[in-house]
């Protein structure tokens, strides 16, 4: 069933979506939180990680998100393998990581045991698990620094550590045994004091769910849990939209907090406990959000820093949460509109950037769009930029978050909202229009932003109409004179292609053929302005950059503003 059947005809949403200003992280909070970070090297916060319960752990949670086996197999080779990047066991010095920042949260989050479990069994995985950690621990176990100690990095590594338990504890080791035990506790005590002060809603909701999980896991966690839950819900209220999304707009961050609740809630289990419906509800919410952004094939398009994702990825991860729903049409707060028609998917960013302080690897993407058919991706967005590491280099990753990196319009190379040298989103967009409804046989989305009206004076404005079978979508986008427009300014619309996709020249300038790997064929004609080729790139979930191309629009800007129209349609 399509979007338009769905719906039915004459239903309208409309709506303005403000992104607020002048609000930003007070200063005596984050000199607060300054502060409490040089204490970790005091006596004092070392006072308060040692405890006199006895040390043990009450329950096993099942270990529901899945393992990558060729991860696994590299550890059983003596190596780390991660998102491109590899470094051998032998000699690794586990105090200082000069590593990828993706690869250092791997190691710091013992994401690695999953891995292990799912290439080995308990007697061949166990001594390799042991190894690793027993070295981890002595390096870092008694030390409270980051980026080992980071909020996010011990929630994680509390309940990686709990779930992958059959193969740590193994040993019969009675020192280091202990050692993992009261490495625990002490996480347990550093995640009650860092995670209230955590600097992002995000952070602290992994931190509150940390705190919970120990609760449930630990000794004596009838006080730890009531705190950590009135945390986590209240964190949670914050960090997630009521459509699902999460603040950041990010989908990466989106699926680290399906996964880490997925796992929260088995600890419940476990214990035999009745899962709270703040946390039901929160995941219940997130799931249909995050499957919004899946393309006809279900694999993830790229937003907000995140990559292209294959459809097992994102099918195990909602196995995982235990939640079955269909995905989210259109999420106002979320910031994502999605059309299904036919076996296609047109996906939109029809919201502002997120605020500066939320954002992981914030894009300037405002009205960029991408587009599939069957398992085709036909127009999308470069992405990656939140996969820093061995193949995607910090100079790559910010060039990933620019507006040109995206499938929409771009005035003189300048992004939409701004890129700061220290990373995070500037000013740009506060608003966008919205405008969606159904008309005779098709889906009409109208939006528009105000992100380059002060620096060029032009309101965007992007018009797109899929037909209800899918198999054609045409496009407008304007430039409206708002303020003081300036005249000549080179305008791109850019269309970055997918993976095995052949362009064919016409005769006609205007007019380009695609032929997809499936072996059918599709025109892309324009009207207004001038068609050429580029070259570009996608990005895979391992942060593997791909070669291809993009299809680009160029013309300048008039007094009256400027106009382009395009159409894709599928010829047989």
């Not at 409804?437 to 098709?442: C, I, K, L, P």
């Not at 380009?512 to 895979?540: I, P, Q, Y």
Request: aromatic share 6%; glycine share 10%.
């Amino acid at each position: 069933m399509t979007d338009h059947e769905a719906r039915g005809e004459g239903v309208r949403q409309a709506a303005l979506i403000v992104r607020p200003t002048g609000v930003g992280q007070n200063i005596f909070e984050r000199l607060s939180l300054q502060f409490y970070k040089l204490t970790w090297r005091t006596p004092l916060h070392s006072g308060r990680l040692v405890g006199k319960v006895p040390l043990r752990l009450i329950t096993i949670p099942q270990d529901v998100l899945k393992g990558d086996v060729a991860r696994g197999q590299a550890l059983r080779m003596g190596k780390f393998h991660y998102q491109g990047a590899e470094q051998a066991l032998s000699g690794l010095d586990y105090q200082k990581l000069a590593l990828p920042p993706t690869m250092t949260d791997y190691i710091h989050r013992f994401g690695w045991l999953r891995d292990l479990a799912a290439a080995t069994n308990r007697g061949e995985g166990a001594p390799i698990a042991a190894s690793i950690a027993d070295e981890w621990l002595i390096a870092n176990g008694m030390k409270t620094r980051e980026p080992a100690w980071r909020v996010d990095n011990c929630a994680w590594r509390l309940l990686n550590m709990a779930a992958g338990s059959p193969l740590l504890l193994s040993s019969a080791d009675p020192v280091y045994r202990s050692r993992v035990i009261n490495h625990f506790a002490r996480v347990a005590r550093h995640l009650d004091q860092s995670a209230p002060r955590a600097q992002s809603h995000f952070a602290k909701s992994l931190g509150w769910a940390g705190v919970v999980a120990a609760s449930l896991l630990l000794p004596e966690g009838k006080a730890r849990r009531a705190v950590g839950e009135d945390g986590l819900a209240a964190a949670l209220q914050v960090a997630i939209f009521p459509d699902g999304g999460v603040v950041s707009r990010s989908p990466v961050q989106l699926i680290e907090l399906i996964g880490l609740l997925s796992l929260l809630k088995q600890c419940y289990n476990a214990r035999n406990e009745m899962v709270p419906a703040f946390l039901s509800d929160a995941i219940g919410r997130a799931v249909p959000a995050l499957l919004g952004l899946t393309h006809s094939d279900g694999g993830l398009g790229a937003w907000q820093g995140s990559a292209h994702m294959s459809a097992k990825s994102i099918e195990a991860l909602v196995l995982a949460s235990e939640v079955r729903a269909r995905p989210h049409r259109q999420a106002l707060d979320w910031g994502y509109q999605r059309v299904s028609a036919g076996k296609s998917v047109l996906l939109l960013d029809a919201g502002p950037p997120p605020l500066a302080r939320q954002s992981a690897s914030g894009c300037a993407s405002t009205l960029a769009f991408e587009l599939s058919h069957g398992s085709q991706r036909m127009f999308v967005n470069c992405g990656g930029a939140a996969l820093v590491g061995a193949t995607i280099p910090v100079a790559l990753a910010r060039g990933l978050r620019t507006t040109a990196a995206h499938s929409t319009l771009c005035i003189n190379d300048t992004n939409s909202t701004a890129i700061l040298q220290g990373g995070q989103l500037g000013k740009g967009v506060t608003e966008v229009g919205l405008e969606r409804r159904d008309v005779d046989q098709a889906t009409r989305i109208e939006a528009s932003h105000d992100g380059y009206v002060r620096g060029f004076g032009y309101v965007h404005s992007r018009l797109l109409i899929m037909r209800s079978d899918g198999l054609e979508l045409r496009g407008e986008d304007t430039l409206l004179p708002k303020g003081k427009p300036k005249d000549g300014t080179p305008v791109h619309v850019r269309f970055h292609l997918g993976p095995d996709i052949e362009i064919m020249p016409t005769d006609n300038v205007q007019t380009t053929l695609l032929r997809m790997a499936d072996g059918s064929n599709w025109a892309f004609a324009v009207a207004g302005g001038t068609l050429s080729v580029d070259e570009s790139l996608w990005v895979d979930e391992e942060g593997r950059p791909h070669p291809t191309r993009q299809l680009v629009i160029e013309a300048p800007t008039g007094k009256g503003g400027l106009t382009f129209s395009w159409q894709l349609r599928h010829i047989g």
